[in-house]
């Protein structure tokens, strides 16, 4: 018992030291420390590249937004108003990238467009491809909070900040996108 309240404790002061050294480094690079910028990209970067893979189920497509999203955030790393919500921030600069992106890709969709898929190194997609299928065909609104809530663990309040609405109306879309992927997969079977 003594034990699990000292490793609570252990994670609690970890991850306080964690925020503030990302606050550090979020201040250092609204001053102009580029190696400051590269170490919060860097630790950030996997978990940009997946979720952009979640929504464009396309290697090329999400480096291209990854990368755009990297651009955008150094150009614009001044106008981050609390430097403990970088996270946060950066979600929101990504998922505008592929909003776009979806827009331009939506105005060629009646060309022949050939999309060129390497090697992908998620070893598990193809059992999960039900699954994936399923979130894909959800509306915007509602595929958003899942993917940033089961996929990258963020936390209601998060999700609510990045789409911009109340925590309520969030839990709300997550409520009824399980359902909708119930009703999905359950169909396909």
């Known amino acids: 018992m003594i034990e699990n309240i000292a490793i609570k404790k ?14 550090e480094l979020v201040n250092k690079a609204q001053e102009g420390c580029d190696e400051s910028f590269g170490k919060l990209i860097n630790t ?8 952009a893979f979640l929504y464009v189920k396309n290697e090329h497509d999400a480096l291209d937004i990854y990368q755009e999203t990297v651009y955008k955030a150094y150009i614009n790393i001044s106008k981050v108003r609390n430097p403990n919500f970088f996270k946060t921030w950066l979600t929101k600069i990504l998922i505008n990238n592929v909003n776009i992106k979806h827009r331009h890709y939506s105005k060629f969709q009646d060309e022949q467009v050939e999309d ?3 090697e992908i ?7 999960n491809i039900d699954l994936y299928d399923a979130i894909d065909s959800l509306e915007e ?18 999700i609510a900040q990045i789409m911009e609405c109340n925590e309520n109306t969030a839990k709300s879309y997550i409520r009824r996108a399980k359902k909708k992927l119930y009703d999905i997969l359950k169909e396909e079977k």
């Open 44 to 51: 950030y970067k996997e978990y940009l590249y997946k979720t």
């Open 141 to 158: 609104k509602y595929k958003t909070p899942v993917i940033l809530q089961y996929f990258q663990d963020l936390t209601i309040s998060q």
């Open 121 to 127: 190194s998620y070893s598990n997609i193809e059992e």
């Open 10 to 23: 252990i994670r609690f002061l970890n991850k306080k030291k964690e925020e503030y050294r990302e606050y």
């Open 116 to 118: 060129f898929i390497g």
